[in-house]
């Protein structure tokens, strides 16, 4: 069975702190995505990464592959309250013809004022 | 505004009533999924369709029925419902089944209640 493991499960900061969440797995994947998802909304995507090693930046959040593409972080610079949410990766492997996502269980994230 | 619709947004229903949960998405997408969502458990797939008249099992199937006439309309239907079928449920589409750049796009999800 392939997993994706999320950690920390759960994370509260001030405004302006600085923080990486991290999601791992045994497996290789074809790609990686990260999704933001606000409680009673569906989760919407941050962006995906293809190439082991790869960064991608998206203001002031930096996502990066690892080169084995096994695993990959999300760093976020002086966090604000607006970034609080649910954060899911999604692990994307070949099943026959389709893509299937396997997806990690999210990190809870609280930034406080 | 490119968006999957879902319809209704919160839904209580009873034990054995058949309803159904509609999906639209404006995007062309070739690819639509259903999942659920359930503390613990996180987002697991329910079916997925490639394109249109192509459907397939994902990997919570039971109970569940799917249909796709058109290409952008994905409904899931709940023959006889159970208790534990309550939970949140999610319409995604993507451009494609099989690139990995493409990433999904979600609709804003149904809360259903099976009493």
């Known amino acids: 069975t392939q997993l994706l493991e999320q950690s920390p499960q759960f994370l509260s900061i001030q405004e302006g702190e600085n923080l990486t969440v991290y999601c791992n797995s045994s497996s290789v994947f074809s790609s990686l995505q990260w999704y933001r998802q606000e409680p009673g909304e569906g989760p919407v995507l941050l962006v995906t990464v293809v190439t082991g090693g790869e960064v991608k930046k998206l203001k002031r959040l930096t996502f990066q592959f690892g080169d084995a593409r096994k695993d990959s972080s999300l760093h976020i610079t002086a966090a604000q309250p607006g970034d609080t949410g649910l954060y899911l990766c999604?692990?994307?492997?070949?099943?026959?013809?389709?893509?299937?996502?396997?997806w990690g269980l999210g990190t809870s994230l609280a930034v406080n004022p | 505004e490119a968006q999957v619709t879902q319809n209704p947004r919160y839904l209580i229903t009873v034990t054995g009533k058949k309803l159904t949960v509609t999906c639209s998405q404006n995007m062309n997408h070739e690819y639509m999924s259903w999942y659920r969502q359930d503390p613990g458990l996180g987002l697991r797939q329910i079916y997925y369709s490639m394109n249109v008249e192509v459907t397939d099992k994902g990997d919570v199937p039971e109970g569940y029925k799917v249909s796709r006439k058109e290409k952008r309309n994905f409904p899931l239907i709940l023959e006889s419902p159970s208790p534990n079928q309550t939970s949140l449920y999610f319409c995604?589409?993507?451009?494609?089944?099989?690139?990995?750049?493409?990433?999904?796009?979600f609709g804003s999800g149904t809360r259903l209640t099976v009493v």
């Open positions: 999604a692990g994307g492997v070949n099943a026959g013809n389709n893509r299937k996502l396997i």
């Open positions: 995604a589409s993507s451009p494609s089944g099989t690139n990995p750049h493409y990433g999904y796009t």
